[in-house]
């Protein structure tokens, strides 16, 4: 039987699973493709699944009910998220993968344990002079070329001040303990830069009046914030040096497939 996992928790945070060794159902929690989702004892964790036939496309649909069950099970334990898509072909599989990776979860979860994410979103006017980069001249030893090439240049250097700046602005309103900062251009010559906050789960409701004062006196930014979230991000940090041949807790993102924020998850 192949088992699609969603993400790996605190065994002790499922008080059902002290009486079993089998797994055991989650009541009132369907996954993906609406199957049932179990809890799966392993030593001292517990792997979230719900049986899969491989056979079966994964879809727009599926990304939703994969985030959905993560967040679930986050209100009850620390989860370290597995990407989305993985799939353990039997039991034995599934077993081995956390038994020789079972010290280093165990030290991720310590780590992460009574923290969460918190995702800002800031559209910023782009300061390259509100301009796409000009497109090089096809002949590359002419003066247009190297004129328009240092112009880019300016530009992009420009662009990564000002994200610099505003990144390290949110850094010291937000005092986060830890961060993940992405930045791109839009089609509208606008950059967006995506920030990832680390930060006590008890201190969410300060976090959340911090945001508000910072929007009220910072409207040259349009700013979104969405958590308490798993700590996606960061699973991904620490497990980018773990085994490389069993499946790893990672971010939950993949490109063919946009995994959108469950509204119940929305601030």
Not at 166 to 185: A, G, I, K, N, Y
Request: aromatic share 8%.
């Amino acid at each position: 039987m192949a088992w699609y996992a969603y993400c790996i928790g605190e065994k002790q945070a499922f008080p059902e699973l002290a009486r079993h060794r089998k797994p055991i159902p989650m009541e009132s929690v369907l996954g993906v493709s609406g199957n049932q989702v179990f809890l799966y004892p392993a030593s001292e964790l517990a792997v979230i699944v719900s049986e899969h036939n491989p056979a079966e496309a994964l879809n727009q649909k599926s990304g939703v009910d994969h985030a959905r069950v993560i967040a679930d099970c986050f209100q009850h334990s620390t989860v370290l998220p597995f990407r989305f898509g993985t799939v353990f072909h039997d039991d034995e599989s599934l077993r081995k993968s956390i038994r020789s990776n079972q010290r280093q979860f165990l030290g991720h979860i310590d780590k992460l344990r009574g923290k969460a994410e918190m995702h800002l979103k800031i559209l910023v006017d782009d300061c390259g002079g509100h301009a796409a980069n000009k497109r090089l001249p096809v002949d590359g030893a002419s003066r247009e070329y190297f004129t328009t090439l240092r112009e880019n240049a300016t530009r992009q250097r420009e662009r990564q001040t000002r994200a610099r700046a505003v990144s390290f602005q949110m850094h010291r309103l937000f005092m986060p303990l830890d961060e993940e900062v992405s930045c791109r251009l839009t089609d509208k010559c606008k950059m967006t830069l995506d920030i990832a906050h680390l930060i006590e789960r008890k201190c969410v409701e300060r976090y959340l009046s911090k945001y508000s004062t910072t929007c009220a006196s910072m409207r040259e930014y349009q700013m979104q914030l969405s958590g308490p979230w798993p700590p996606y991000h960061f699973v991904h940090r620490l497990t980018c040096c773990a085994h490389p041949h069993a499946p790893q807790p990672v971010a939950v993102a993949i490109p063919e497939i946009h995994i959108p924020e469950p509204a119940s998850m929305m601030v």
